[in-house]
């Protein structure tokens, strides 16, 4: 579920930086939000940062608008981090910022947001008494209206990477709680372990977002911590994310430290799945040729309906209902499934063929050839193919 919370804790520039960079957080973006009059602009706000409690106007403070996706973080792990971002005991202001435009808010937009901030609230005041800090002067309201800020005022920090970007924090921080997370145990057999950071990891994300959720092969891979692995017999240090490691039986066999790409991780992938001496291997990325009429030929030539897939990534590439048999020894279909495949020219061994290779994993699957009647004869080695039945 994606959802909305405004923050203000002094210059917006600071604030939007330091909340965009945190996991599960979709948009930061500055603005204004607690006055009372119309179309507030930087230039009104920064007129009025001198009105007194009690007037007919109430001003706006410059805030952020965090977007964030609750099944990736929640409202009580940016709240905390706001409060630790700044001094809330400073009254309409801080550090050098001076004017109720700097003033601290928080404007919740759900019912849960409003707990979670009256009860941090009141925990936060605890700890900034006890290392000698005042009372809290942080407004907690309901969101009435946002206003985005002029378009110079978003991602200034990163257009401007010199630009001003003071640091109010206390230091006074909450306890860390200690969360409990569930043991992850061998499952037996082959298995791909990912293991992330507990805290945000930009390339832990771009391997989560470009290669593993689109993966579907019939190895497991699982995304854990590496604090929750209990049973696994690791060599490697688990001192940096994202790290990839492949295990059987519970044992570590092949380890990548750091980010892969999809053709990166394929290829690590078949060195530990098919194994660089067999068959399927040598087909795979070398492109190699199985034997005439070879084991895997044989069961898959009589298979019921359902589909191939690419042995590695999972991916639907033939249909039995484009299956035929060609007496030629090796897998033939008229066409592969839309979008599955890309089609070279090869050269090779002095001959003029076209190539079929997988689309997403990379792997050399055979050739396509024109048959009499028009159609085309795609020549496909069975042993890069697993088969599932038609649900």
Sequence with gaps: MIVSIVFAAG???????????????????SGYAGGNYAAPTYKKVLKNRY????????????????VYDNSKTDAKTLIKSFWELHDPTQKNGQGNDIGNNYRSAIFYTTPRQEKIAYETETKYQKLLTKNGYGKIATEIKPLKHFYRAESYHQDYLQKNPNGYCPNHATGVKFEK??????????????????????????????????????????????????????????????????????????????????????????????DFKLGKNSESYKVAFNQGTDNRFCKQY??????PDGVFIDKLSGEVLFDTRDRFNSGTGWLSFYKAVE?????????????????????KSGIHLGH?????????RFCINATVL??????
């Design 11 to 29: 210059c917006f520039w600071g604030v939007e930086k330091h909340f965009e960079h945190m996991k599960g957080v979709i948009d930061a973006e």
């Design 51 to 66: 009105t007194k409690d009690g007037r007919k106007i109430v001003n706006y403070t410059e805030s952020v608008k965090v």
């Design 177 to 270: 709680e200690q969360a409990k997370h569930k043991a992850v145990m061998p499952l037996g057999g082959k298995e791909i372990l990912v293991i992330k950071s507990p805290n945000f990891c930009p390339y832990c994300e771009k391997f989560d977002k470009e290669v593993a959720q689109k993966y579907k092969g019939k190895m497991p891979m699982r995304t854990v911590l590496a604090s929750s692995l209990k049973g696994f017999e690791i060599q490697t240090k688990l001192y940096a994310t994202p790290t990839i490691l492949f295990i059987q039986n519970g044992k570590e066999k092949a380890v990548h430290i750091g980010f892969m790409n999809e053709k990166e991780f394929y290829k690590a992938l078949g």
């Design 298 to 303: 044989d069961i898959f030539k009589h298979t």
């Design 339 to 359: 979008g599955a495949t890309i089609q070279k020219e090869d050269n090779s061994f002095g001959m003029k063929r076209i190539e079929i290779i997988a689309k």
């Design 368 to 376: 396509v050839f024109p048959l009499p009647d028009g159609r085309q």
């Design 386 to 391: 697993e088969f599932v039945p038609r649900k």
